[in-house]
Nanobody, 118 residues
Framework: QVQLVESGGGLVQAGGSLRLSCAAS????????LGWYRQAPGKQRELVAT???????NYADSVKGRFTISRDNAKNTVYLQMNSLKPEDTAVYYC????????????WGQGTQVTVSS
């Protein structure tokens, strides 16, 4: 079973930036398209961005132009660079496979909290 560890969250003012990282325990990670997800209080978890193992990316409309997903297969790590943060980006952020593409998910990590103050 793949273990996922997210990090890099924190408290930031609106307009600021953060870079999230997600490290996997196994290099099986490199075979799959990956995604960053987020869950705000009282809301369902939503897909934020995806990246294929070839590097093609896709973004939710709410983050397009502000967030950038990337991956380093040698490090079994996927990143999310978040710029121009808004209070509505406040959530716990998680990584996993692109669940829509594969129809399964790995066990969720603990996530990393991002809080954007206005």
């Amino acid at each position: 079973q793949v273990q996922l560890v997210e990090s890099g969250g924190g408290l930031v003012q609106a307009g600021g930036s953060l870079r999230l990282s997600c490290a996997a325990s196994t290099n099986i990670f490199t075979r799959y398209a990956l995604g960053w997800y987020r869950q705000a209080p009282g809301k369902q978890r939503e897909l934020v961005a995806t990246i294929t193992n070839g590097g093609s990316t896709n973004y939710a409309d709410s983050v397009k132009g502000r967030f950038t997903i990337s991956r380093d297969n040698a490090k079994n790590t996927v990143y999310l660079q978040m710029n121009s943060l808004k209070p509505e980006d406040t959530a716990v952020y998680y990584c996993n496979v692109d669940i829509r593409a594969y129809g399964f998910q790995w066990h969720w990590g603990q996530g990393t909290q991002v809080t954007v103050s206005s």
